[in-house]
């Protein structure tokens, strides 16, 4: 278990748990909240121990409550912009990560924290999970990549529904939207979350890294772009053993044990 602040981490088969704990307000992600997440990820970054991670909020009422009202509250023009940009950042090197991260999200998932779970690669919802963006609400917009991924995710139509009502929608509704894969009762969603994150990793490290960032490349790229990318990680992942072993193990009719190299 390693401790900061706000945030701590466990590993379990090879998998980090990640928790936001602020739990006296829902989670709300103040500077040094969204400081020490960004060192939890830098640190798991390079641990060849870990190869997946689980992202999720303490007790029972919320994943993440937005960022913090009191800190927006204060902020000028200049200090907004800085707000933000910390706020892309660290999510943004949560998106960019390169091993699968999977938000296990189980109660309020507003503003900032709706913004968290879709910087992560995979959404898993408890039944009470309710998801909004209701920033404009408050006089300002979705600051944290919100205006950006929520519409790639769900949709424009959908994105700006939410954007602009500020309303939150239950978890069905979620899943209904591609918000989140899926829905479980409120007492299954660790065992879920595990179970889900335990079938990815089973997988070989290189080419789950790869295929990520075959997949996040694309947006940005134009479909000839994306292709010639995509053929150079495949082909390069002709170079790793795991290639080797994940073959040799489907013609020996075993289970492959990867190196991640
Ligand atoms: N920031 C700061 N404090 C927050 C918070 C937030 N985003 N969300 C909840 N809290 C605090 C409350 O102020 C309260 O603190 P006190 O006990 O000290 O008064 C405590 O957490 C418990 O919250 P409530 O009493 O409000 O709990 P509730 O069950 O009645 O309501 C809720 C729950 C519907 C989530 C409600 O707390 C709420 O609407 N929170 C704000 C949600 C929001 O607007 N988020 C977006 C923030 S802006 C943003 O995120 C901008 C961005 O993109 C960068």
């Not at 706000?6 to 748990?17: G, H, K, Q, S």
């Not at 070989?204 to 295929?211: D, E, I, M, N, T």
Request: with cysteine.
């Amino acid at each position: 278990m390693t401790d900061s602040s706000f945030i701590r981490w466990e590993v379990t088969d090879r998998v980090a748990t990640v928790t936001i704990d602020r739990q006296k307000k829902l989670n709300a992600l103040n500077p040094d909240v969204i400081q020490e997440l960004g060192a939890a990820f830098e640190s798991l970054r390079s641990d060849d121990e870990v190869l997946g991670v689980i992202l999720t909020g303490a007790g029972e009422k919320a994943f993440v409550a937005g960022a913090d009202i009191g800190v927006l509250a204060e902020m000028d023009p200049a200090t907004g912009v800085e707000v933000s940009r910390q706020g892309q950042s660290v999510f943004r090197a949560i998106e960019t990560f390169p091993k699968p991260v999977l938000a296990a999200v189980g109660g309020y998932a507003l503003g900032g924290g709706c913004e968290l779970a879709l910087a992560c690669h995979l959404r898993i919802a408890s039944e009470n999970a309710r998801f909004g963006l209701p920033e404009v609400g408050l006089g300002i917009i979705p600051g944290y990549g919100g205006t950006i991924r929520m519409a790639r995710l769900v949709g424009l139509g959908r994105a700006i529904e939410m954007t602009l009502t500020g309303e939150m929608i239950d978890a069905d509704r979620a899943r209904e939207f591609g918000l989140v894969n899926s829905v479980v009762p409120r007492d299954e969603l660790d065992e879920a979350a595990g179970k889900l994150m335990g079938t990815i990793v089973s997988n070989g490290p290189v080419a789950l890294k790869w295929a990520l960032e075959s997949v996040y490349n694309a947006l940005d790229s134009t479909t000839e772009e994306a292709q010639r990318f995509e053929s150079s990680l495949f082909g390069l992942l002709a170079a790793t053993d795991d290639m080797r072993e994940g073959m040799h193990a489907f013609m020996e009719k075993r289970k492959a044990q990867f190196k991640g190299e």
